[in-house]
């Protein structure tokens, strides 16, 4: 059962436009929220992060959005560069998980067309 | 600061051989430890985890193991390679009271012939 749904699966944007990605979960348990970009070849580093009690962090061109209600989150980049083209992560866990309770979507893959 | 080092980077081995990938992590104590498969296009498969030293748990059923010899070491092993073993294998650590923040190697890319 996948505990957080990610999508969509890949992404084209012109270079200064919106990328846009979603993720979903079922658990409300679930109280840290950290995306990942994973440039080629190379391991998943943490972008940036949220807890459910903001709607919303920003962190420069990189913005999370959170609807606790709805159990969803999506991360926005703005004035999307060529140098953004990378597979994204999100995931979800709660600050009582074990190793194994913390769950990833299936990744993004994201290409900005110059 | 905290770095996490794998190797090897990349590895190419024939079916039925035997495996062995090295992880460790400097600048922190008392890490917890993860093994990750990334399959082609697909997400994060969490195979093994460690809280301490000589404790791993396994996540999936397979044919690889892990051990933890040293506290900031951890290792992925393979009697014999299947075909199905070829991926990206990721160690990651975390603070072992914070499991929710990973943070992730540079990876080492397997492939079996």
């Known amino acids: 059962q996948q505990q957080v749904k990610q999508s969509p699966q890949s992404l084209i944007v012109q270079k200064g436009g919106i990328s846009i990605i979603n993720c979903a979960y079922e658990?409300?348990?679930?109280?840290?929220f950290p995306w990942y970009q994973q440039f080629p070849g190379k391991g998943p580093a943490l972008l940036i992060a949220?807890?459910?009690?903001?709607s919303e962090k920003k962190e420069g061109r990189f913005t999370i959005s959170f609807n606790k209600s709805a159990k969803q989150f999506s991360l926005h980049i703005m004035d999307s560069q060529p140098g953004d083209s990378a597979t994204y992560f999100c995931?979800?866990?709660?600050?009582?998980?074990?190793?194994?309770?913390?769950?990833f979507g299936t990744g993004t893959s994201l290409t900005v067309i110059p | 600061s905290q770095t996490i080092h794998q190797w090897p980077a990349t590895l190419v081995q024939p079916v039925g051989s035997p495996l062995s990938l090295e992880c460790t992590v400097e600048?922190?104590?008392?890490?917890?430890l993860y093994w990750y498969r990334q399959a082609a296009g697909r997400g994060l498969q969490l195979l093994f985890y460690s809280v301490g030293i000589g404790q791993i748990s396994s996540e999936v059923p397979q044919n690889l193991s892990a051990s933890r010899p040293q506290d900031r070491q951890f290792i992925l092993s393979s009697k014999k390679l299947l075909l199905s073993d070829s991926g990206f294998y990721l160690c990651?650590?975390?603070?072992?009271?914070?499991?929710?923040?990973?943070?992730f190697g540079p990876g080492t890319r397997l492939t079996v012939l």
């Open positions: 949220i807890r459910p009690d903001v």
């Open positions: 600048g922190t104590s008392n890490p917890n």
């Open positions: 995931a979800a866990s709660t600050d009582y998980s074990t190793g194994n309770q913390f769950y």
């Open positions: 658990n409300t348990a679930f109280d840290y």
């Open positions: 990651a650590w975390s603070v072992w009271d914070r499991v929710n923040e990973q943070f």
